[in-house]
């Protein structure tokens, strides 16, 4: 018996992950002189990765660690118009609009009228905010949380913050390491929704458990409905 469905933010509810792509387009275009396009994408990976105990997730971090991706390619040769690019991108990619994924508006709104809803999503505070209110989804959700990091121990925290045992929380994900399996691991159950679209952090190549995966996120009505019954 499901009392509580959660969602993830980025790549479940709204788009996201595509405008990192357009940007590291465009940031490939920029640098292109100096350095191949493939390179320049690893290096970026690596910088974000190892930033990210600074950083933390989101936009921000992914904007200094561009530009340190920048100079690290380019031996510090880089002009302040170069960064000053990179800094428009930023501020591009936090206004960027916040479009719903297919379906979504519907799914939720059926499902509300049924069980509580929440959405676990990781980031930026300010930023996610930001979204979550551009979204129009907002009111329709009985718990948000914003976190630095999804893991076991931040799931069971947020739970028990939404009053439910883990067992009876759904969560739905586009991310098997961050959404699926810390949900898995803690008793709660999860459905992966894919999204067109993975950052190779969150990337796993064997998933150590068996979850359901569906294609389009309305599957998830009938999922919670066999679960209610079952
Ligand atoms: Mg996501």
Same mark, same amino acid.
């Given at each position: 018996?499901i009392?509580?469905?959660?969602?993830?933010?980025?790549?479940?509810? !709204? *788009?996201h992950?595509?405008?990192?792509?357009?940007?590291? &387009?465009?940031?490939?275009?920029l640098?292109?002189? %100096?350095v191949?396009g493939?390179?320049?994408?690893?290096?970026?990976?690596?910088?974000?990765r190892?930033?990210?105990k600074?950083?933390g997730?989101?936009v921000?971090?992914?904007g200094?660690s561009? @530009?340190?991706? &920048?100079?690290?390619?380019?031996?510090?040769?880089?002009?302040?118009a170069?960064? &000053?690019?990179m800094?428009? !991108?930023i501020?591009?990619?936090?206004?960027?609009?916040?479009e719903?994924?297919?379906?979504v508006e519907?799914?939720?709104?059926?499902l509300?009228?049924? *069980?509580? =809803?929440g959405?676990v999503t990781?980031?930026?505070?300010?930023?996610?905010?930001?979204k @979550?209110?551009?979204?129009?989804l907002?009111?329709?959700f009985? *718990? +948000? &949380?914003?976190?630095?990091?999804k893991?076991?121990?931040?799931? =069971?925290r947020?739970?028990?913050? !939404?009053? +439910?045992?883990?067992?009876?929380v =759904?969560?739905v994900?586009?991310?098997?390491?961050s959404?699926?399996?810390? +949900?898995?691991?803690?008793?709660?159950?999860a459905? %992966?929704?894919p999204y067109? @679209?993975? !950052?190779? *952090?969150?990337?796993v190549?064997?998933?150590q458990?068996?979850f359901?995966?569906?294609?389009?996120v309305?599957?998830?009505?009938? %999922?919670v409905?066999?679960?209610g019954r079952s």
């Open positions: 018996m009392e509580v469905v959660a969602f993830d933010g980025d790549d479940t509810l !709204w *788009h992950e595509r405008i990192f792509t357009d940007i590291s &387009a465009r940031f490939r275009e640098l292109k002189h %100096h191949d493939n390179i320049l994408d690893e290096v970026l990976l690596a910088t974000e190892s930033n990210l600074f950083f997730y989101g921000k971090g992914f200094l561009l @530009i340190e991706t &920048a100079l690290d390619v380019c031996d510090g040769e880089i002009t302040g170069e960064v &000053a690019t800094l428009d !991108w501020k591009e990619m936090l206004g960027d609009p916040v719903l994924l297919p379906g519907e799914t939720v709104e059926a509300r009228t049924t *069980h509580r =809803l959405i990781k980031g930026d505070l300010f930023d996610q905010e930001g @979550i209110a551009r979204s129009g907002g009111e329709r009985d *718990h +948000v &949380a914003i976190v630095s990091e893991d076991e121990t931040t799931y =069971l947020v739970f028990a913050d !939404w009053g +439910v045992s883990p067992e009876r =759904l969560m994900g586009n991310s098997v390491r959404d699926i399996e810390p +949900v898995l691991a803690i008793g709660g159950q459905v %992966h929704v067109d @679209i993975t !950052w190779q *952090h969150e990337v190549d064997a998933p458990s068996d359901p995966v569906f294609d389009d309305r599957r998830v009505l009938g %999922h409905e066999r679960l």
